[in-house]
C-alpha cells in the first residue's frame, strides 16, 4: 500500500504556519533576547528567527542530519505494519517478496521518506 507523496501548497500567499514545540519556542525566545541585547524598539518575532535559520542553512540536509531524524521521528511500528501490509497484497497477487527484499530492496517499495541507505542504518543501529 504505497501512499502518494503529499507536497504542501508553496503558492499558498500566507505562508505555511508551523507549530513549535515548547522546547523550540523557548530556545527561539532565547536567541531573539540576545539578538536584541540592550537595543530598545527592536522587535523579533519568532517565525523571523526560524525563517532566519532556514535561509542561512544549505538547501539540502546532510547525510548525518537525515539520520538523526529519522532515529528520532521514524515510528518503527509504523515501517513494521506498512511492511507488513506490502507483504500481504503482494502475496494476494502471487508474488514472491520477502521482508528483507522489501525493507533494503527497491526505492520504489519504500514507504514514503524511506530509502534502503537509512533503513540499513537504523537496521544496523538495532544489532
Same mark, same amino acid.
Given at each position: ?21 515548547? $522546547? ?5 525566545? !532565547?536567541? *531573539?533576547? /540576545? #539578538?536584541?541585547?540592550? %537595543? ?24 548525518? $542530519? ?5 532515529? !528520532?521521528? *521514524?515510528? /518503527? #511500528?509504523?515501517?513494521? %505494519? ?24 527497491? $526505492? ?20
Amino acid at each position: 500500500m504505497n501512499t502518494p507523496n503529499t507536497k504542501p501548497n508553496l503558492k499558498n500567499p500566507r505562508g505555511i504556519k508551523i507549530t513549535l514545540t515548547n $522546547e523550540s519556542l523557548d530556545k527561539t525566545q !532565547k536567541w *531573539i533576547t /540576545q #539578538i536584541i541585547g540592550d %537595543q530598545r524598539g527592536v522587535k523579533i518575532r519568532p517565525q523571523e528567527i526560524v525563517n532566519w535559520i532556514i535561509q542561512k542553512h544549505s538547501d539540502t540536509l546532510s547525510e548525518s $542530519e537525515i539520520n538523526q531524524y529519522c532515529d !528520532k521521528n *521514524i515510528d /518503527q #511500528i509504523e515501517v513494521a %505494519q506498512w511492511a507488513l501490509n506490502e507483504l500481504k497484497t503482494a502475496l494476494r497477487r502471487g508474488e514472491k517478496l520477502s521482508l528483507r527484499d522489501l525493507i533494503l530492496g527497491a $526505492e520504489d517499495v519504500l514507504p514514503p521518506g524511506r530509502n534502503a541507505k537509512s533503513t540499513e542504518n537504523v537496521l544496523a543501529s538495532e544489532k
